[in-house]
């Protein structure tokens, strides 16, 4: 009996982890660093990685039938796709987004231990151990942010038309990527990204090399406690509301509020009222992850921000979605 479409649907969708777990091994074993200067033969390239020799023949075959790599008299050469995305020093890298993958891919092998516990399980969280672990999803994060960024803040520059010297806040910017897009495309803002000690040392890195040292700003601290400054004209809430409970985003929203000036404006990157297909499968596959990654974070939903927000006395409410791109930004007056 032939395969009917929703038979052919599910398997593909089923079936799809197993081409990521390829393109993610692939980027985890740095074969694409590896391959950079000339071709190289199964052996070589084992050596050079540090793997079974026979093993890695197995998944160049596979990396082959993807484009990653093809196969030629001299050894396996990196194809320009690979090149383009896969080299850490690429403008158009997803290198670190890839390899920091596999944590996810192993996170995500746990979500029928999640539903059936309703807690993030123990196994989940111990990645987040790891020495490294801050540094890689902050690189991550950079990374994705970076196909983005530009986009965004030709958003969200014409709110700021007529102020001499504007002042934003990129509050949990983590990367500071939203940040210097801001102030590359203004050339009097003066930005503050502010996180926790861990974070903001990889954000320092990022920043020295950017040239924006001297109108992006680091500050380090927990907004709970210590104080993340006034006066701003602008504030960005990127994915900070998403690892908290109700509560927390409630009284972070009403700190937020009393950091802009009067007009002063609020961005937060969110899921729209009425989501396309596509974004409404962004939107739960992001509330999942909360489950297995934190203790009572949730994905909240353009309803519940709506409503927290004018709780918090916010006005002007306004959705904006960036052209060509799945990102959707919902913007508040002070």
């Not at 040292?213 to 709970?224: T, Y």
Request: glycine share 4%; aromatic share 6%; charged share 20%.
């Amino acid at each position: 009996m032939p395969l009917t479409q929703a038979q052919r649907q599910i398997l593909e969708l089923a079936q799809s982890f197993r081409i990521s777990a390829v393109v993610i091994t692939f980027a985890k074993l740095d074969l694409a660093r590896h391959l950079t200067t000339r071709p190289l033969s199964t052996d070589e390239l084992a050596q050079a990685a540090g793997v079974d020799a026979r093993a890695l023949a197995r998944l160049l075959q596979a990396a082959a039938a993807l484009d990653l790599v093809s196969e030629t008299a001299q050894g396996w050469q990196l194809s320009a796709l690979a090149a383009e995305t896969l080299l850490p020093d690429s403008p158009h890298s997803l290198a670190h987004f890839l390899a920091a993958q596999a944590a996810f891919y192993r996170r995500w092998g746990l979500l029928y231990d999640a539903v059936q516990s309703g807690q993030a399980p123990e196994a989940s969280r111990r990645e987040e151990t790891a020495a490294d672990w801050v540094r890689r999803f902050t690189l991550m994060l950079y990374e994705i942010a970076r196909t983005v960024s530009d986009d965004v803040a030709a958003t969200l520059v014409p709110l700021l038309l007529g102020i001499e010297r504007p002042r934003v806040l990129d509050l949990g910017g983590g990367h500071g990527e939203y940040a210097m897009a801001l102030a590359r495309a203004h050339p009097t803002l003066e930005a503050i990204v502010f996180d926790l000690p861990p974070v903001t040392e990889v954000t320092s890195e990022l920043l020295a090399r950017s040239g924006l040292s001297d109108r992006v700003r680091i500050l380090a601290g927990d907004f709970f406690r210590d104080p993340i400054g006034e006066g701003y004209n602008l504030i960005l809430l990127f994915g900070v509301l998403n690892s908290m409970n109700e509560e927390e985003a409630r009284q972070l929203l009403k700190l937020v509020h009393r950091a802009l000036v009067p007009a002063g404006w609020l961005a937060i990157r969110a899921t729209p009222p009425h989501p396309t297909p596509e974004a409404r499968l962004q939107h739960a596959l992001l509330d999942l992850q909360m489950l297995l990654a934190t203790e009572h974070g949730h994905h909240p939903t353009a309803a519940e921000l709506e409503h927290w927000l004018r709780e918090a006395r916010f006005t002007d409410l306004q959705w904006r979605t960036l052209p060509d791109s799945n990102v959707t930004l919902l913007l508040a007056q002070r």
